[in-house]
């Protein structure tokens, strides 16, 4: 993370970094995403690790991504991202949630601008996720380092040109003292945007990293002839810090290295240490083993109903 990528971050709270994906890597994200829609009409798309297919999941059972395997994984621990992740939230970072957004699929009721987070107590109690939204999107910038309690990671899949809606913020505004004004909050179309919001624009391969005390939200699309936008979030915090009430459970996602396990890791003060490690895969391997046993239950149900 360069110079002026610094000051720009810490000035807007938010930088564009060009030509993140490479074509190939475009390619597989966007077939492994379509094979899924084409499959199933409520794919993977919208869940930020608190919405379940069915009730009587698991905790761990939380919809992700990384479900859909290859390129989804490697952006787990994309090399090109890593600079700034580590700059941003230090050393030690964990992926919290994830899900991806396509604006034609989105419900009604999310297809308006809703403006959450900004200050330096976020949204207050009337904000997207409520008053603790506050203590844990956080932003600071002392003795030379960067702190911040939810980095945003948005990879665009599909061209986002000005006018054409998606991603928005109001710049600056992850370092204002002062609550976000109620009637600046939502938009039903875009002659409504606040002028002080900047809709950012971005190409295909790009990503947008943002600190979630930034006030900010999704602009009404409005892409000409037919064009979706398809943004794929990837959210990390300080490896102490966590937004989502659910883990990641890596025995979930075939072959991962030591780094991604890492990453997938719950809240620690620790954070990768042997011990917590040690503890978490004993963890993950007892939910496996219960996940056995209530199939196995199940079935012994099914064959003496029958």
């Not at 072959?255 to 917590?276: D, E, F």
Request: net charge negative; proline share 6%; hydrophobic share 35%.
């Amino acid at each position: 993370m360069n110079d002026d990528e610094k000051y720009l971050f810490d000035l807007r709270g938010y930088i564009v970094v060009k030509n993140v994906l490479t074509q190939a890597q475009i390619d597989d994200l966007s077939a492994r995403l379509e094979q899924q829609r084409a499959k199933d009409s409520k794919p993977i798309l919208g869940s930020d690790r608190t919405i379940f297919r069915d009730p009587k999941d698991p905790a761990w059972a939380a919809p992700s991504l990384l479900e859909l395997g290859g390129t989804y994984i490697d952006l787990i621990d994309l090399p090109a991202l890593t600079p700034y992740l580590t700059t941003l939230l230090g050393e030690h970072y964990r992926l919290d949630h994830d899900y991806a957004k396509i604006d034609n699929m989105m419900p009604e009721r999310e297809r308006t601008l809703y403006l959450h987070g900004g200050g330096q107590g976020a949204g207050g109690p009337r904000d997207l996720v409520g008053p603790t939204d506050g203590g844990q999107c956080y932003y600071r910038y002392s003795n030379g380092r960067f702190f911040n309690g939810l980095v945003a990671v948005a990879l665009e899949l599909d061209t986002v040109r000005s006018g054409d809606g998606g991603f928005a913020c109001i710049p600056g505004s992850h370092k204002s003292n002062i609550g976000l004004p109620q009637d600046w909050r939502h938009s039903k179309i875009q002659a409504e945007v606040p002028d002080i919001v900047d809709q950012v624009a971005a190409s295909a391969g790009d990503a947008i990293i943002f600190t979630e005390a930034c006030a900010h939200g999704t602009v009404p699309w409005e892409g000409d002839g037919g064009r979706e936008r398809r943004t794929l979030f990837y959210k990390y915090c300080p490896h102490a810090v966590a937004w989502s009430p659910c883990y990641y459970n890596s025995n979930h996602y075939g072959q991962l290295t030591t780094a991604q396990r890492q990453i997938l890791m719950p809240p620690s003060a620790y954070g990768p240490h042997k011990a917590t490690t040690h503890i978490w895969q004993k963890a993950q391997d007892e939910q496996l083993e219960l996940q056995r046993l209530r199939a196995e239950l199940a079935e012994l149900k099914t064959r003496v109903d029958h």
